[in-house]
Structures are given as structure tokens and as C-alpha cells.
């Protein structure tokens, strides 16, 4: 009996797998594409980012974010033509390949007809490829998938300023609609016919063009995303999903470190190393070398990365703590026992585990309705006081402790940290408390304790909130009690996103509580909240405050499309003190992300933004077998108790019985 | 607001007394009456003080003072109840988490400002969670009361119809009532709330809606049987109208049928609320909610317990009382079982 329990091992993976190099992950849902130009979720750029490489990508430890080139040799400065247009000049790197796959054999034989600039370089003479080099066609093809209506990219308005991006999209529908043939074509060669977009311009099949009609230096950072990453169109002309074949979207080929070459939605995706990856010098030394003595050496270290399905959080939490998954978010339900007084309980300590912090570039703030006749601009400087004084009674630290476990940066202004423009000595002086400060300013602005005039009781006031459950609602009812504290009567209307969107659209409201998460590290994505021209009632635009001021928007216009010297961070400094004074929004935190790094898993520094990095970690196998043998010590007891217990109650039976038969 | 609540008092004591003085003059319910309370002493008491707790919390005005030190200046200008006049839950209230009777808060051990009053702990905005409790017992008992109201006469009218008028009428109700039944109830309680929005009339008539459908089965069957009755037949026959059979001799015949369906309708009507709250179309204020919000604090580590501990023992009482007088109500009631005793 003993050996048998002590044989049973609760380990979930093969055991020659112990030895190796495989990074263990968890997965709730799998993501619904895979095809880089659509997938926009994190889970999603979990798998793509590994899989597809752009021209750019992101440092991975400077801070701010650092653009640096991936497939291109350099990151290119706009240069602008007396014409008014942008240029940036893109070189790529030469020798870059896809990893093996068998559509680059099938459609060999096609490619040499119609596509005979090509240069097919086969592996060895005499058998068929089962890769090819990266050109810039392309990249080409891959601006043209994001134009591609069809393709229905979410972000395909973010490249609207390329030239021609627009009137390709409308040539390739219309032409669609007339000619049912070219429809039935595949894209590429449906792309080629329409004539591609002007604002692509090759130059050789290793140099390329983007130009613009108007400035756009956020472009730079969308090129550092998996949404431009060269793709094969051989793939997408392959893959479409018929005859037994896997659709595009769930069968990626990209250039980048890792293959995926399983993939289950169900149960399991498996990332391999792909072979192909760089063949070109390592980046220069140093780049990692914050990370260790690996600087200079062959990425990935990594061979293999198991995702596997949990549909619950709690038990993947469980399997993280028996050393099964190799790094964790923490559930809110265990973050007293993991978290104690901001750092790691003793408990996790001794086990080795690190905390990893960082902030996301994102923000949560409650904003006022600028239109309403109370609360906004038409109330002039009795609103503006109402303003400052309901943002003086917020206490961040107090929310904080309450609601996030601490885990939220109080901010001062829409930049987050990590972002150029923010500035840690930035202390606004109406995020601090101050209710006699707030009580005062009621008083300056009519409402003495609260009150008005007109109906003699307390001002009233409607809070909308996107969030119906009972927790969201303990935290709108914190905001509520602060602003009771000053005599002001704000009554919650909970409703669920679709009526809260609908409303805001309307501009029925007066107060509303939401966030935004940054798409890329540029402050200008955050200003542009409070810009009049994206007003939300007037243009449907993300200004939901509909914040208009025209010293703002001087500013914000000028701001915008500066590199990132001196004078922006004058501009962004200024536009920080008119939303100072002006209160279109009481700024809540900026949310911070804690995760659990097992003690075995080395490099790793979290990103902030959806931006996988696994061609850096590494992985201690052989400390990784004995610490999972040390936290899985079987517990032995309950089977003896239960084998006890069985023969408490089957004794006694088998004595009646014989006695019975007696 | 105020006047709503007050009104309802006032009807709810005016109802109270009519049924004791209609008991008292009838010698049947008289004797019955008498039975249940030696039977069943102290779920009465327990009953009538959850009672007096729901009325302390309905009467209600505005104006006077706050409690002393109040962090809520808005408080003043809205009604406030007996019972939040005793307590002064603006005043009585720390910043966060503590424990039953606890000096300090609960994370951080901070002192508290009331040590050791708070009986049952506070949540986590700081409320003192026995106040919380007692408030809960209006939403209660409004919701079983008001539901069961609702309930109560539209089964009454469609199930004596069926059964008095049989043929196409029996036809007719019986569809009705089999096509709700047909419908998972729970969805269809979310569905009409849904509709008519959330808040406490909107959440009473839908749980209305959904479940007058058994009371209706059982009346219908009861009043097939009655109406066959040799003194209903011989008042037929005599020329008396329809409507004064229903009423003299068919209505009486199924009153304890309503009493028992409504004390046991009450409890039913509570726990569905539970679960409407659980699933965040409940009632505000009610226990559900309670339970429902402290559902993560639970899974805490150290465990927060007070707040769904009070707030389903509360519940628990309440249902338990409740099942046991209808359960009573039937021994003294039903001629069954009364001739055992």
C-alpha cells in the first residue's frame, strides 16, 4: 500500500520533459485569430507575438519604452518633402526566413510562374522548400492585408495616413462587387491587380518606403506591434480553412522566434523554437546585459512553451504553487496570502518566488460632463469650483487600500509612468485631501454645505458607472460617501455597458467613472482623451468628457507630432496645469500589474503593454525538479485513514455474517 | 418616498388588526389561532419581533440631527427611519474592515473609533454590518409580503375560474398555466426584470409573474372538488347566482389553502431573491446583496466572515420561522390532520 502511494506522482507532464527546457503556461480561453493583422487581444499577442516579428520592436528592459529595430537594420527618422509628405526609409535585414512549412512546397511550382522575381533560394539544390526569404513584398502584402476590407483589421484606421491605404481598400471592395471572378482569386493576386497602395514603395526586395500625407510618428510604434509583421502569402492563399486545411487564422507562419506546432483551442497550444530564427548576428551585446552573463548569446534559451487550459483561475493558481505553471497572475481571492504589506508573504519567500511590478500604461478617472449645465462649462466658474472641490474629497491612498490591494499608482495627470512627459515630483494639488479646502470652494461657488439655492437641499447630482455587480457598486458607493462628506447628494445609476455607451453618446449624464488602456507608450495617446475634436456627444469621438478648450487644443496640436525633446515635455507640462485648474476629470490611479515568477525562471521583466518576451527567459530545469519535488510531498495519512475506516465498518459485517450463519 | 412608507405602515396595521378582529369573530379561526400559538410560541415571537424590526424601519421623516462627528452632510435632508435614528449609521461607522467586537481594524490595525460596538464587525466601506443585518428585514419581509399580494389573486381568480367554470375557460387557463410552467423560471424572472428595470416593485412583480402558477393548480383542483359538493349543488339548484356561490361557499372553502400557500409562497419568495441578488438583479439592500458582495471576501485570506455569516443567518432565521408556522399553519388547519390530534 505505502509503495503504491509513494509511486503516484502528481506531476501533470512526461517525465522526460523534466530535464528540458519547457516553459509551462496557463491559458482561461483561447484567442478567436491568430492572423496578426486582426488579433488584438493580450491573449492573443501572447501566442502572435512570438510567432511573427515586425520591423520594430521594443527594448526590453529600458524604460521609457525604446523603440530598436527588429527585422529592419535601423529605426528610421521621418524626413518630410517640400510637398508636405513623410518618408521613412525601412532597410531589411538580409538573410530573414520563415520557419519550414508546407506551403511554401505546394506552391513552389506556382510561385515560379507568376512570380518570377522571387528569389527562391532552396536549402539545398534539388528539393522542394519548405521556406523562403522575407522581402518586401512582403511587408507589402501585409500593409495590404490591413487595408483589406475582408480582412476587417481593428486597426487598419491607424494607417489611414499612409498614402493611397484608403483608396486601395475602396478600389479592392468595389472591384470585388463588380467582378465575381477577381473575388474568387486569391488575395495576393487580387491585391496585385488592384495595384497595390502608393504610399508602400519598394525600392528593391530589401528597401522600402512608408510615405505619408501627414505627420503620424505613433506609426513607428504600431510597427512594433505583430500587426504589420511580414506574412507569406503563400500561407494565406494556402490556408483558407477548405479541404482539411486549417485557416490562416489558426495556422500562423511568421519569421519569428517560435513555431507554434500545436494547437489546440480546447486543451493545449505548444510553441517550438523555430530554427530559422535570425540567422543574422545576435543583437549587440549589452542589449540584455542588465539580465545577466547571457548578453551576446543565442536566443532563444528556451526550447518549448506548453500552454494549457484552465478554465478556472483558483485551480491554475493551485498548479502554480505545486510548481506546474511556471509563472502566475495573482488571484484576487489569495492576494492577502501572497501579498503581505506590499510585498511577499514570508510563505512565498522561502519558496523563492519573486514579485514582479509594473505599472500599466493606462488610467482610471471619474469625468464630468462638460456640457452639463451644473457640472461643466456652462456653469463657468461656479462649476469649475464644484469641480475642484468634489476632486478634493477623493482619497486615492484610501480607495487603494480598499479596492486594489495597493496595487495602483495615485495619478496626478492621464500620463502614466513610463511614458515621456510624466513626471514623478508632479503633485496635483487638487488630487490631495482637502474637505476644508473642498468646503471652502462649495461656498465660493454657491453651494454652501451643499446646498442650492433653488431647491434648498443638497445639490443632486447623477454618477453613471459601466458596472452593474455588487463589488463595483461597494466602490462607486466609496466615491459617493466622499462626496456626501461635503454635502453633495450623487446618486448612482449603474447600468450595464451597452445602456452606459448609449448614454454617454447622448450626453445624459453629468458624472461618470471609466478608464483607458494605452495602445502605444506615447503620452499623446492619453491628451487626446481631452481633445474638443474627439469630443464623445459631438464626433463620437473618446473625449467622453467633451472637454473643449481652445488654449488646449493649441497646445495638444502642437504637441502631437513632436519628437520627444525638450519643448514637448514644456507643452505636455502646460496642458497638464490647464486640466489642473479646469477638472474635467478627477484622476484615480494608474493601474499596477503583480505577477509570481517561479524561482527557476530567469530574465524576466514585465512589460506593461501586451508585448511578449519569451526569446528571453530561461529556465533552471534541474532546480525546477527538486523544488517540485519538494512542495509535492504526497500526503499519506488520509489513505490510511480512509483503509481504517473501511475496516471499522466492514469487520463488524463480516462478524454478524458468520454469526448469523451459525 | 416618505409617504409611501409611512402609508404602508399605516395599511399593513390596518390589515393586521381587521384580520384579528374577523379571526376573533369567527369561532373556527379562533380556535385555530389559539392551537398555533400554543403550538408554536416562539416562532410567533421571533416573527413579530423581525415584524417590529421591518415597521421601526419604515417610519420615517425628515429632519433632526444627525449622530455628532457625521461624515455625511446629505443625510439631514433625507428621510431617515426609526431604526437609522437609533443608529445613526452616518456617525457609527469606521474606514474600513473590522472584526465583531474588535478594537482595531481588521487589516493594518488601526484603532477603531467605536472599539468593541460594533457587534457584528463592520464591511468594507466601514458600516456597521448588525446595522446592515436589521435593515435587511424590510427588504425581506416587502418582498415576500408585496409578491405574495401580488400572487395570491391572480391565482385565486384563474384557478376558480378553471375549476368552477371548467370547459373552454378550464381550457384557456390551463394553456396559460401550462406555458409558464414551461418556462425555466429563473430565466424568465431575469428576462422581465430585464424589461422592467431593476428596484423593488420591478423585482415583486416579476417574481409575481412567475410564480402564481401553483397556487392556480392547486385552487383549480380544489375547487373542481367543491363544486361537485351536495351544498353548492343544492344552492344551484335553488337560483343563486354564480358569483354568490364563488363567494359564499367555494372562497371560504379555500382560504386556509391561501393561508398556507402564503406563508410558504413568503419564504420561497425571499430565497429567490437571493439568488436574483447573487446574480446582480436583486434588490438593494437586501441579505442576497449582502451575501452576494461578501462572496469574494470569503475566498480572503485571512477570511472575512462576518458579513455572510450575519447575513445568512438572518436569512436563515427568517425562512426557518416562516416554514415553520406554514408547516404549523396546515396541522391547524387542514381537517385531515386535525381529527388525528
Redesign the interface.
Known amino acids: 500500500m505505502l509503495q503504491v502511494v509513494s509511486a503516484c506522482s502528481n506531476d501533470p507532464y512526461p517525465s522526460d520533459d523534466q530535464t528540458r527546457k519547457v516553459l509551462y503556461r496557463a491559458f482561461p480561453e483561447a484567442p478567436k485569430t491568430l492572423d496578426p493583422a486582426v488579433a488584438y487581444t493580450t491573449s492573443a499577442h501572447a501566442i502572435t507575438g512570438n510567432i511573427y516579428e515586425g520591423l520594430l520592436e521594443y527594448d526590453y528592459v529600458a524604460r521609457p519604452y525604446q523603440l530598436v529595430p527588429a527585422l529592419a537594420t535601423g529605426v528610421p527618422e521621418a524626413v518630410s518633402a517640400p510637398d508636405g509628405t513623410i518618408r521613412y526609409h525601412f532597410e531589411l535585414r538580409p538573410g530573414v526566413r520563415y520557419a519550414d512549412d508546407a506551403c511554401f512546397e505546394l506552391s513552389e511550382s506556382e510561385s515560379s510562374k507568376s512570380e518570377s522575381s522571387h528569389s527562391e533560394i532552396p536549402d539545398s539544390p534539388g528539393s522542394t522548400p519548405t521556406t523562403r526569404s522575407v522581402t518586401t513584398r512582403d511587408l507589402e502584402f501585409s500593409f495590404q492585408r490591413l487595408a483589406d476590407p475582408a480582412v476587417a483589421s481593428p486597426i487598419a484606421q491607424n494607417f489611414a495616413k499612409i498614402r493611397g491605404f484608403r483608396q486601395f481598400s475602396a478600389n479592392l471592395e468595389q472591384r470585388r462587387e463588380r467582378d465575381a471572378s477577381f473575388a474568387a482569386r486569391p488575395p495576393h493576386e487580387q491585391y496585385a491587380l488592384v495595384g497595390g497602395i502608393e504610399g508602400v514603395h519598394l525600392l528593391n526586395e530589401l528597401e522600402l518606403d512608408l510615405v505619408l500625407d501627414a505627420p503620424y510618428p505613433q506609426l513607428l510604434y504600431w510597427l512594433a506591434m505583430p500587426f504589420t509583421a511580414p506574412v507569406p502569402w503563400e500561407a494565406v492563399a494556402y490556408y483558407d480553412g477548405e479541404e482539411g486545411r486549417p485557416h490562416f487564422r489558426d495556422h500562423p507562419v511568421g519569421t519569428g522566434p517560435f513555431v507554434l506546432t500545436r494547437y489546440n483551442k480546447q486543451a493545449l497550444m505548444v510553441l517550438e523554437q523555430n530554427p530559422r530564427w535570425r540567422e543574422w548576428p545576435q543583437p549587440a551585446p549589452g542589449h540584455i546585459a542588465p539580465l545577466g552573463p547571457r548578453a551576446g548569446s543565442r536566443l532563444p534559451f528556451i526550447e518549448r512553451v506548453e500552454y494549457r487550459r484552465e478554465k478556472e483561475a483558483i485551480p491554475a493558481f493551485g498548479k502554480f504553487l505545486q510548481g506546474y505553471y511556471d509563472g502566475s497572475a495573482i488571484i484576487?481571492?489569495?492576494?492577502?496570502?501572497v501579498i503581505q504589506e506590499d510585498q511577499l508573504s514570508s510563505d512565498m519567500a522561502e519558496r523563492g518566488m519573486r514579485l514582479e511590478k509594473s505599472v500599466e500604461p493606462g488610467i482610471y478617472y471619474l469625468g464630468f460632463n462638460m456640457d452639463d449645465p451644473v457640472v461643466g462649462a456652462p456653469a463657468g466658474e461656479r462649476g469649475r469650483k464644484l469641480r475642484q472641490a468634489m476632486s478634493l474629497v477623493i482619497d486615492i491612498d484610501?480607495l487603494s487600500?480598499?479596492?486594489l490591494n495597493g496595487r495602483g499608482v495615485p495619478a496626478n495627470s492621464p500620463v502614466p509612468p513610463g511614458l515621456f512627459g510624466y513626471d514623478p515630483e508632479y503633485r496635483n494639488p487638487y488630487r490631495e485631501v482637502d474637505v476644508e479646502r473642498a468646503k471652502q470652494l462649495l461656498i465660493e461657488a454657491g453651494y454652501p454645505?451643499?446646498i442650492d439655492a433653488e431647491t434648498g437641499?443638497?445639490l443632486k447630482l447623477g454618477f453613471d458607472t459601466p458596472d452593474?455587480?455588487?463589488?463595483a457598486q461597494?466602490r462607486s458607493?466609496?466615491h459617493i460617501?466622499a462626496w456626501?462628506?461635503?454635502?453633495?447628494?450623487v446618486e448612482l445609476r449603474a447600468t450595464t455597458y451597452n445602456q452606459f455607451q448609449e448614454k454617454m453618446r447622448n450626453g445624459a449624464f453629468q458624472l461618470f467613472r471609466w478608464g483607458w488602456i494605452a495602445d502605444y507608450p506615447d503620452p499623446e495617446n492619453f491628451l487626446f482623451l481631452l481633445e474638443s475634436s474627439n469630443g464623445r456627444t459631438r464626433s463620437g469621438g473618446p473625449n467622453t468628457a467633451n472637454f473643449s478648450n481652445a488654449e488646449y487644443d493649441a497646445l495638444f496640436a502642437e504637441m502631437k507630432d513632436r519628437p520627444n525633446d525638450e519643448r514637448r515635455g514644456e507643452l505636455i507640462r502646460e496642458m497638464q496645469s490647464i486640466l489642473e485648474r479646469e477638472r474635467p476629470w478627477i484622476e484615480l490611479y494608474h493601474p499596477e500589474d503583480y505577477s509570481l515568477v517561479s524561482p527557476w525562471l530567469e530574465n524576466v521583466k514585465p512589460f506593461g503593454m501586451s508585448y511578449p518576451m519569451l526569446k528571453y527567459y530561461d529556465i533552471d530545469p534541474d532546480e525546477r525538479a527538486r523544488l517540485r519535488a519538494e512542495w509535492n510531498q504526497p500526503i499519506v495519512w488520509p489513505a490510511y485513514a480512509l483503509a481504517g475506516l473501511s475496516v471499522l465498518i466492514v469487520v463488524p459485517g463480516i462478524f454478524t455474517f458468520f454469526r448469523e450463519r451459525v | 418616498m416618505v409617504w409611501l412608507s409611512n402609508g404602508a405602515v399605516v395599511v399593513v396595521l390596518a390589515l393586521a388588526s381587521l384580520a384579528g378582529i374577523a379571526v376573533r369573530r369567527n369561532p373556527l379561526w379562533h380556535d385555530a389561532m389559539r392551537r398555533l400559538a400554543r403550538r408554536r410560541p416562539i416562532t410567533l415571537m421571533a416573527l413579530s419581533v423581525f415584524g417590529l424590526i421591518a415597521l421601526l424601519d419604515s417610519v420615517c421623516w425628515v429632519g433632526g440631527e444627525t449622530g455628532p462627528g457625521s461624515g455625511d452632510a446629505v443625510a439631514a435632508y433625507e428621510a431617515r427611519s426609526l431604526l437609522d435614528r437609533w443608529f445613526e449609521p452616518e456617525s457609527f461607522r469606521e474606514r474600513s474592515y473590522s472584526a465583531p467586537f474588535a478594537a482595531e481594524e481588521f487589516y493594518g490595525a488601526a484603532p477603531l473609533e467605536h472599539p468593541g460596538e460594533h457587534w457584528l464587525g463592520t464591511d468594507v466601506l466601514g458600516r456597521d454590518v448588525f446595522f446592515l443585518t436589521l435593515k435587511g428585514f424590510r427588504v425581506a419581509l416587502l418582498i415576500g409580503g408585496f409578491t405574495s399580494l401580488i400572487v395570491i389573486p391572480i391565482a385565486l381568480a384563474f384557478g376558480i375560474a378553471a375549476g368552477y367554470f371548467g370547459g373552454r375557460v378550464d381550457d384557456a387557463v390551463f394553456f396559460l398555466i401550462s406555458t409558464l410552467a414551461s418556462i425555466p423560471s429563473l430565466l424568465l424572472l431575469i428576462a422581465l426584470i430585464m424589461v422592467l428595470g431593476r428596484g423593488t416593485t420591478q423585482v415583486c412583480i416579476a417574481l409575481g409573474i412567475t410564480s402564481w402558477v401553483s397556487l392556480a393548480r392547486l385552487v383549480r383542483a380544489e375547487t373542481f372538488r367543491l363544486r361537485e359538493l351536495d351544498y353548492v349543488e343544492a344552492a344551484r339548484a335553488l337560483g343563486v347566482s354564480e358569483f354568490q356561490i364563488i363567494l359564499r361557499h367555494i372562497l371560504p372553502n379555500l382560504a386556509h389553502l391561501v393561508v398556507i400557500t402564503f406563508v410558504l409562497l413568503f419564504s420561497s419568495m425571499v430565497l429567490a431573491e437571493t439568488i436574483l441578488a447573487y446574480l446582480g438583479v436583486g434588490v438593494d439592500g437586501s441579505w442576497g446583496q449582502m451575501i452576494d458582495r461578501a462572496k469574494d471576501e470569503f475566498s480572503r485570506d485571512p477570511v472575512v466572515w462576518w458579513n455572510l455569516s450575519a447575513a445568512s443567518a438572518a436569512l436563515f432565521a427568517l425562512l426557518l420561522s416562516v416554514n415553520l408556522l406554514g408547516d404549523a399553519l396546515r396541522d391547524v388547519l387542514d381537517p385531515r390532520t386535525l381529527r388525528e390530534l
Open positions: 484576487e481571492e489569495s492576494f492577502d496570502r484610501e487600500r480598499l479596492f454645505g451643499g437641499r443638497p452593474t455587480t455588487s463589488t461597494l458607493q466609496f460617501d456626501r462628506s461635503i454635502g453633495i447628494d
